[in-house]
């Protein structure tokens, strides 16, 4: 059973129309300390269901008496970000996950090149934080749109000087990632977080630069897109789980109070790898090799296609 620890929001800060930070207060004791990059889930009973969110924590890793996240409203939300927008009030009590890390700082980089896009700031906040304590080699590219998605920007500017290059998506210096990635010294490291767009551009720069992929790290936006509902068989506890259009397999074997590993919530991690017995599967993970989709699915991306049962081996 994950562990939840429970908080107070003992702030909200309008960051922009789109984008709200929440500063969270442990109601005993101190938060369990995290590393830059890390990110926690927050527990939303939005409507009758239980949504897990994963958000990228953007407060000082050094400072455990509280922890921050920032939160953008999604348009196709299914409830989490909206619940956070709309229904969470300061004083109200929030049951998160303890932090854990998927995009972590390479230790033995000597150049750290940030891309983030939007709302992809955010694990970039703690690395700064890091990178600055370390006296490390960085520069942050921030793509945004001005007046929605431009949470930061004058902090950044202030505190970064020359190493922060801005580019507005709607008008102005558009990025250039060949010119941001060739000619890079031995020892560089790309980091990139943002919308799917953005991370393919790098990584197929990268790649077209000569770059090694083991000198690039990305973080997608971990959201499960919506699908058809269906039933899950589970075989050898016979039970069917009802999964709705707008919820993940995890979601829904959650709700029936049947725990699955997780970390991510996304796709990516790994974590929640679990043995299917058969069935139309649609695999939406960037985790499984083909060979292993043969036998495993990710429940929280991963649905059934509809046209035959999803058996699972639980
Ligand atoms: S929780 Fe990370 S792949 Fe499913």
Redesign the pocket.
């Known amino acids: 059973m994950t562990r939840m620890l429970h908080v107070k929001v003992a702030a909200i800060k309008q960051l922009t129309p789109l984008i709200r930070e929440f500063l969270l207060e442990p109601t005993a004791g101190k938060l369990p300390r995290f590393s830059a990059g890390s990110n926690i889930q927050v527990r939303l009973p939005t409507w009758g269901r239980v949504l897990r969110n994963a958000y990228s924590l953007v407060s000082d890793p050094d400072d455990n008496s509280h922890y921050r996240i920032a939160v953008r409203l999604q348009e196709a939300s299914r409830g989490g970000s909206r619940h956070l927008h709309e229904q969470v009030r300061e004083g109200d009590s929030l049951e998160i996950t303890a932090p854990s890390n998927l995009f972590a700082l390479h230790s033995l980089a000597q150049n750290h090149i940030l891309i983030a896009g939007g709302i992809g700031i955010t694990p970039f906040m703690t690395y700064i934080e890091e990178l600055e304590r370390r006296n490390a080699i960085f520069e942050l590219h921030y793509v945004y749109r001005t007046g929605l998605t431009d949470a930061y920007v004058d902090e950044l500017r202030r505190r970064l000087g020359e190493r922060f290059h801005t580019y507005d998506a709607k008008r102005g210096k558009p990025l250039v990632l060949g010119e941001v990635l060739e000619h890079r010294a031995l020892g560089s490291h790309v980091y990139c977080c943002g919308p799917e767009r953005l991370i393919a551009g790098v990584r197929q720069c990268a790649t077209a630069l000569g770059w090694h992929q083991s000198l690039v790290h990305v973080e997608a936006f971990a959201a499960p897109e919506p699908g058809q509902p269906f039933t899950a068989e589970l075989v050898r506890s016979q039970r069917r789980i009802h999964v709705a259009a707008d919820q993940s397999l ?1 979601e829904a074997l959650e709700q029936a109070d049947i725990e699955i590993p ?11 790898a679990t043995r299917h017995l058969g069935g139309d599967i649609e695999h939406r ?1 960037h ?1 499984l090799s083909s060979d292993e989709q043969a036998q495993m699915l ?1 429940p ?2 991963s649905r059934c296609g509809g046209r035959s049962a999803l058996l699972l081996d639980l």
């Open positions: 995890l997780n970390l991510c919530r996304g796709g990516v991690c790994g974590q929640c993970d985790y990710m929280c991306v």
